[in-house]
């Protein structure tokens, strides 16, 4: 499969903390890209980071990529009961799958007030 | 206006129906994408299409076809819908020639319920 998994499945904490959300994946990149999906709703672009980059920083959020472990990790800092969604990472392929991205199954976010 | 929209937003049909699923487009985008998302597996590409003239199978293709009517437009259809079907399906597209970004936008999504 080429499909990312993001770990944990679920994730819950209280507004202000630091939530750590990680991705994994097994082929090779052109880029990894996160996603945000409130409840039902359709997924929301986050942020992009790509093959060649190792750290990226949007906001309050912070992505980085290990592309030797074939991992990715996004970091909300500061986090608001707002902030509560599922988050997908999202493999974007290379050479014959260019333009095609492999979602994982997402981690769930809780943040309580 | 949203961007990319989708019709119906919620549908209840019974096995062996045919239905069809669309998806309309402003942002002027070439590729279009329809997937399914089921509770705890993420989404799942069903068909793509780069260009007008351009169609491809995702990795669950089986049991839906699409058309795609313009360049701004993008049919999913269901010919003989079946309760494992049952699932949230998006419609995404992404703008081609970007530096290998890929970066997709996805409509609201349409609820569809096979009895």
């Known amino acids: 499969s080429q499909q990312g998994e993001e770990d944990p499945q679920a994730l819950s904490i209280q507004e202000g903390e630091n939530a750590t959300m990680n991705c994994s994946y097994k082929?090779?990149?052109?880029?990894l890209q996160w996603y945000r999906q409130n409840s039902g709703r359709g997924l929301v672009h986050l942020i992009l980071?790509?093959?060649?980059?190792r750290e990226k920083h949007s906001g309050r959020l912070r992505v980085t990529l290990d592309t030797s472990k074939k991992s990715s990790s996004l970091l909300i800092t500061a986090s608001r009961a707002a902030d509560t969604a599922s988050y997908f990472c999202a493999k974007g392929g290379r050479g014959s799958t260019l333009g095609r991205l492999y979602f994982g199954r997402g981690t769930q976010l809780t943040v309580w007030p | 206006d949203a961007d990319v929209t989708q019709t119906p937003r919620n549908r209840i049909t019974k096995t062996g129906k045919r239905i069809m699923l669309e998806c309309s487009q402003t942002k002027g985008h070439d590729r279009m994408y329809w997937y399914r998302q089921d509770p705890g597996l993420g989404l799942r590409l069903i068909y793509y299409s780069f260009d007008v003239k351009d169609i491809n199978k995702g990795e669950i293709s089986d049991g839906y076809s699409v058309s795609r009517q313009a360049q701004a437009k993008f049919s999913l259809s269901l010919e003989s819908a079946i309760p494992n079907q049952t699932a949230l399906y998006f419609c995404a597209t992404s703008e081609a020639g970007t530096g290998g970004t890929d970066t997709q936008y996805f409509g609201p999504g349409t609820r569809l319920t096979v009895l």
């Open positions: 082929t090779s990149i052109n880029n």
């Open positions: 980071i790509r093959s060649n980059e």
